[in-house]
């Protein structure tokens, strides 16, 4: 018989997912305005919504496990860099319009195999977010895929960039599949999959993408870690925090 | 005062329209899930289109306005996301409705079935996305006029 989890683990979890999307779907809207051309800006745009509607699900469902009286909002906005949880991958920055789209293509499909496995969660509301993340996010991958693969199999220039992005971003993957403790008291508990066992359905998928790309692959192992436990974030997430949450910072519980 | 029956009440809110594509109502979407008298309250289930679809919180507004308008005071609104919400759930007046103003409907097969102006079949997709988070971009190689797409969800 296994021991009833500690609450406090549930929430930690919860903080990984919502932050993840949180800030990734910050960081897709800075790109709101400027894009290359206006199809890719409204795409990078509704992507950005899909991932802060989902923060709103997951962070509204971490304050009620909390139960401190926190809302979503005052998680999102009222922490600082070290009690957030988001994965170091999400943090980075946007560089070019294919750095940004390699990032999303690295995160859709963890993304992806995360939500599939999240669906048969033994807890019902993380299974019920799944499943309604898990529509949007087939919808980002797709997109995500097909334009690494056209630019990856493009000009010598546009392949470059994104072979060099690759490079860059490659080492933050190793993190969203590194266990901890808290990882493996959920996974014990049937409530989110062990972080491991995702490995080969996403590897599978992203090198035959990756190879259709015409990209290489890194042979390195060395990963980045910190993000999730919120031990060592990158130095870029304070820079997005400054942004994301003056308003309420210059103007406390300032509402529309 | 009377209660209004469960019935009533849902052809009251097939006259609410859809505050992106006002020619259809939110029962034709789909997303009324639910209608329920508790007592004296009637509870209304919604559920989100698209997670971060900023729409949902004008539509929660305008179902208890609505509802108000026709005398009923003491409404709940309880927003649902699972099962999640499919365009399957459209009702076929919406999905009619949608081609005459110019969307074309969702199609299982992943893209409009026609253009909704002159229904041609030679189409081309612009977008992945459009002016709303269920949209996304054609357009018609024949009349050359870009629409709508009601995406498949």
Redesign the interface.
């Given at each position: 018989m296994t021991q009833p989890h500690d609450p406090k683990h549930l929430f930690e979890f919860l903080l990984r997912m919502g932050d993840t999307t949180l800030i990734l779907g910050h960081r897709i809207s800075e790109w709101c305005g400027k894009a290359p051309i206006l199809?890719e800006d409204?795409?990078l745009a509704?992507?950005a919504?899909?991932?802060?509607?989902?923060t709103?699900?997951w962070l509204g469902l971490a304050a009620e496990v909390e139960g401190k009286g926190r809302s979503a909002d005052d998680l999102a906005m009222l922490r600082d860099a070290w009690d957030f949880r988001c994965a170091l991958l999400v943090e980075q920055p946007n560089g070019d319009f294919g750095q940004t789209m390699m990032r999303q293509f690295l995160f859709d499909h963890w993304h992806l195999v995360q939500l599939t496995a999240l669906q048969s969660s033994t807890d019902?509301r993380i299974?019920?977010?799944a499943?309604?993340?898990a529509?949007?996010a087939t919808?980002h991958a797709?997109?995500s895929a097909d334009l690494v693969i056209r630019l990856g199999d493009g000009t010598e220039e546009s392949h470059a960039r994104m072979q060099a992005a690759l490079d860059l971003l490659y080492p933050y993957i190793g993190e969203l599949f590194t266990p901890d403790a808290i990882d493996n008291t959920l996974a014990e508990h049937g409530i989110a999959p062990d972080p491991a066992s995702l490995r080969p359905a996403y590897d599978a998928t992203v090198n035959a993408i990756l190879a259709e790309a015409t990209l290489t692959r890194p042979d390195s192992t060395f990963a980045h870690k910190g993000g999730r436990t919120g031990a060592r974030h990158s130095e870029h997430l304070g820079h997005i925090l400054t942004q994301m949450q003056w308003l309420q910072r210059a103007y406390p519980g300032a509402t529309w | 005062m009377v209660r209004p029956t469960t019935d009533q009440v849902w052809d009251w809110l097939d006259h609410v329209p859809d505050p992106e594509i006002p020619v259809i109502s939110v029962v034709d979407l789909g997303i009324i899930r639910g209608v329920e008298w508790q007592g004296d309250t009637l509870e209304v289930t919604l559920t989100p289109t698209y997670s971060g679809c900023p729409a949902t919180a004008v539509i929660e507004r305008s179902v208890a306005d609505a509802l108000r308008a026709h005398g009923i005071d003491a409404t709940r609104i309880k927003r649902q996301i699972a099962p999640p919400w499919t365009t399957d759930w459209l009702s076929d007046k919406g999905r009619a409705t949608l081609e005459t103003y110019g969307i074309a409907p969702p199609n299982p097969a992943g893209g409009p079935s026609r253009c909704p102006r002159c229904q041609s079949q030679n189409l081309d997709r612009i977008s992945q996305f459009g002016s709303t988070p269920c949209k996304a971009q054609w357009r018609c190689r024949d009349c050359l006029e870009p629409f709508d797409y009601f995406k498949c969800h």
């Open positions: 199809e409204i795409a509704n992507t919504l899909d991932l802060i509607g989902q709103q699900m019902d299974a019920a977010i499943a309604k993340a529509k949007e919808y797709e997109r | -």
